[in-house]
């Protein structure tokens, strides 16, 4: 009874999986042919293959600084996702707040990051600090716009009905609000996380004697191109993992959000059919 339900399921992935893997092999394919027939000088751009032995025989040079860019990210990961969710909250329920804080956010999202990381460098000095305020500040606002944009999306009629009931701002917070936004919260979160590596290595740029982005910088200067281009692969994988387990987690706390039951509704009618 079982097993083809399994099967279909099984089926779905490599669905879903074939396509991106199949345009992942297209650049490596693109990317080869450019280093083969020369159309850039291979000390700017290297193969494949080059690139790949760099990884692989630099692993334990890689590895210690994949570790402190990983942690970078997030330890600003969680600052900006705590300190987001209290402000959004802070912003929906006080209308004074939100006129106070929305523009100043806006204020300091257009500001780039780049120009603002030496300073924390200068008063903080070359250790963790600096990379991680820079990553707050890279994922702080789709957090917050997010959870603003979830917790203003709740239907008004189930708000009155908590009320009517004798359900307290608290209580319908809780009950209703909250879980409500948690779609509008993750997807916020997922670009979050991303920009959280980015903000960690924009940090390193600046400042640091470790990490992948002190590692990218090391090899600019040195015109080391297949330890820059295994750098920047290391920091793109380092994205897109710490993306799937935010996934995943959404995954497995929003059973019942619509995005979660297409596949399985499709499923179904198509069992039926």
Same mark, same amino acid.
């Given at each position: 009874?079982d097993t083809?339900?399994a099967?279909?399921?099984?089926?779905?992935v490599?669905?879903?999986?074939?396509?991106?893997?199949?345009?992942i092999f297209?650049?490596?394919?693109?990317?080869?042919?450019?280093?083969?027939?020369?159309?850039v000088?291979?000390y700017?751009?290297?193969?494949?293959g080059?690139?790949?032995e760099?990884?692989?025989?630099?692993w334990?040079?890689?590895? !210690? +600084?994949?570790l402190?860019?990983?942690w970078?990210?997030?330890a600003?990961? $969680?600052?900006? *996702?705590i /300190? %987001?969710?209290? @402000?959004?909250?802070?912003?929906?329920?006080s209308r004074?707040?939100?006129?106070?804080?929305?523009?100043?956010?806006l204020?300091a999202?257009?500001?780039?990051?780049?120009?603002?990381?030496?300073l924390?460098v200068v008063?903080l000095?070359?250790?963790?600090?600096p990379?991680v305020i820079?990553?707050?500040?890279?994922?702080f606002f789709?957090?917050v716009i997010?959870?603003?944009?979830?917790l203003k999306?709740?239907d008004?009629?189930?708000?009155?009905?908590?009320s009517t009931?004798?359900?307290g701002p608290?209580k319908?917070f809780?009950k209703?609000r909250f879980?409500a936004?948690l !779609? +509008?919260?993750?997807?916020g979160l997922?670009?979050?996380i991303?920009?959280? $590596?980015t903000? *960690?290595v /924009? %940090?390193?740029f @600046?400042g640091?004697?470790?990490?992948?982005?002190?590692?990218?910088?090391?090899a600019?200067g040195?015109?080391?191109?297949?330890m820059?281009?295994?750098?920047?692969?290391v920091?793109?994988?380092?994205g897109?993992?710490?993306?799937?387990?935010?996934?995943?987690?959404?995954k497995l706390?929003?059973?019942w959000?619509?995005s979660r039951?297409?596949?399985?509704?499709?499923?179904?009618?198509?069992?039926?059919?």
């Amino acid at each position: 009874m079982d097993t083809v339900p399994a099967d279909r399921r099984r089926g779905g992935v490599v669905e879903r999986a074939w396509r991106p893997v199949a345009l992942i092999f297209a650049f490596l394919l693109l990317w080869q042919l450019v280093t083969v027939t020369e159309l850039v000088e291979p000390y700017l751009v290297p193969s494949p293959g080059r690139t790949a032995e760099v990884l692989v025989g630099k692993w334990s040079y890689l590895w !210690p +600084h994949t570790l402190t860019t990983t942690w970078e990210t997030l330890a600003g990961f $969680v600052i900006a *996702a705590i /300190v %987001g969710v209290l @402000v959004a909250v802070a912003m929906v329920y006080s209308r004074a707040v939100e006129s106070t804080v929305y523009p100043v956010l806006l204020f300091a999202q257009v500001i780039p990051k780049i120009a603002i990381a030496p300073l924390f460098v200068v008063w903080l000095g070359f250790g963790f600090e600096p990379k991680v305020i820079v990553a707050v500040l890279m994922a702080f606002f789709p957090v917050v716009i997010s959870m603003v944009t979830g917790l203003k999306s709740v239907d008004t009629e189930m708000l009155e009905l908590a009320s009517t009931m004798g359900g307290g701002p608290l209580k319908t917070f809780v009950k209703i609000r909250f879980p409500a936004s948690l !779609p +509008h919260l993750f997807a916020g979160l997922k670009v979050a996380i991303t920009l959280a $590596v980015t903000g *960690a290595v /924009v %940090g390193e740029f @600046v400042g640091a004697n470790e990490g992948l982005g002190y590692v990218i910088l090391q090899a600019n200067g040195n015109m080391d191109t297949p330890m820059l281009f295994a750098g920047l692969i290391v920091m793109s994988v380092v994205g897109v993992l710490l993306f799937a387990l935010l996934d995943l987690a959404e995954k497995l706390m929003l059973p019942w959000h619509a995005s979660r039951r297409g596949s399985a509704v499709t499923t179904t009618l198509l069992a039926k059919g």
